[in-house]
């Protein structure tokens, strides 16, 4: 079975600073790909970034990255410039291609706040 | 830029009722799922369709759920016979122009309370 950790319950960031929030994830595929969703207090699900395993480049999507590292099975994500509006729970998903299945993988999430 | 919707944005119900949530996926996508989320705790996969059929199902996904895509457009899951713990948000999500594995993109979701 796959299973996706978030070490972190909660975590503060003073606004504009950087915050690196972690992810460690099992599995024993070579195939598969990482998300980083964030949720705001409207409960909707966004996506942030994405990574495919098969790729050694580090995701960026503006403020956004990841450090992906395969051989440890880590995948933290790392907000620049933090806004006020990065206040969310962030939650860091696993997909996989084995026997069909493509269901999201998620862990327990992480939430951020971000103090003006 | 094409999103999922889905309604209705709050459903209350009596326990025993049926419901219905609804979706509509992103149009070109192939690939439907719903996830479940009760309040404080992590997203749950509960069921995948593809090609107009179930492809994976949860434990939680049992003989009271059910899903359907009855036109080119939506895709529904009901409840025949709602508990207490199906008080959740449930979101939609799409996914995949060929194969699954892809980035899947979540509706807003639907709060459903059961009294």
């Known amino acids: 079975a796959q299973t996706v950790t978030q070490s972190q319950p909660e975590m503060s960031v003073q606004e504009a600073e950087t915050v690196t929030l972690s992810c460690t994830y099992d599995t024993s595929e070579n195939n598969y790909y990482l998300f980083w969703y964030k949720q705001p207090p409207s409960r909707q699900m966004i996506l942030v970034i994405r990574?495919?395993?098969?790729?050694?480049q580090n995701a960026t999507e503006n403020r956004f990255s990841v450090n992906f590292q395969k051989a440890a099975k880590s995948f933290s994500l790392k907000i620049s410039d933090s806004q006020l509006g990065d206040t969310a729970m962030y939650f860091c998903a696993f997909i996989f291609s084995g026997a069909g299945s493509y269901q999201l993988t998620f862990g327990k999430g992480t939430k951020l706040s971000v103090i003006p | 830029e094409p999103e999922v919707t889905q309604t209705p944005s709050h459903q209350v119900t009596q326990m025993g009722q049926e419901v219905i949530l609804r979706c509509v996926p992103i149009s070109n996508h192939l690939y439907f799922y719903w996830y479940r989320q009760i309040l404080g705790q992590k997203v749950e996969f509960l069921v995948s369709f593809y090609n107009n059929e179930i492809s994976e199902k949860s434990e939680i996904f049992d003989d009271q759920f059910s899903v359907e895509r009855p036109d080119g457009s939506n895709f529904t899951l009901k409840i025949r016979s709602t508990k207490l713990e199906d008080s959740a948000m449930y979101f939609c999500?799409?996914?995949?122009?060929?194969?699954?594995?892809?980035?899947?993109?979540f509706g807003p979701g639907t709060r459903l309370t059961v009294l």
């Open positions: 990574q495919e395993a098969y790729k050694q």
């Open positions: 999500a799409s996914g995949g122009l060929a194969g699954g594995l892809t980035t899947q993109y």
